[in-house]
């Protein structure tokens, strides 16, 4: 049986008007993980999602490289108790 998780994270730096949720949208997408991006008022991204773990902890990889136009300076991960019922993977405001 696959190890099912989830996360929480907000994305810190240089992440909005660069593309950082379209290149989550795409991340979350190749490996299969479901969930949601958004843009946050104090300039950082927010992002949920839920999937295999494995496939989760390759996502955040993603997360912290970010877009090229992107300039991270760090993801705040917290792993979940609970798993949320995702279906996919969006954009939201």
Do not use: K, Y
């Not at 992002?47 to 991270?72: C, H, K, N, Q, Y």
Request: include cysteine; hydrophobic fraction near 40%.
């Amino acid at each position: 049986m696959t190890d099912h998780a989830a996360f929480h994270a907000f994305v810190r730096g240089r992440v909005q008007m660069v593309g950082f949720r379209w290149f989550a949208l795409h991340a979350a997408e190749q490996w299969g993980v479901e969930g949601w991006v958004r843009n946050c008022p104090d300039g950082s991204v927010e992002v949920e999602a839920s999937g295999p773990r494995e496939r989760l902890e390759r996502f955040i990889e993603d997360l912290r490289r970010g877009p090229s136009s992107a300039r991270v300076s760090g993801v705040d991960v917290e792993w979940l108790s609970r798993l949320p019922n995702h279906r996919d993977f969006q954009i939201t405001h």
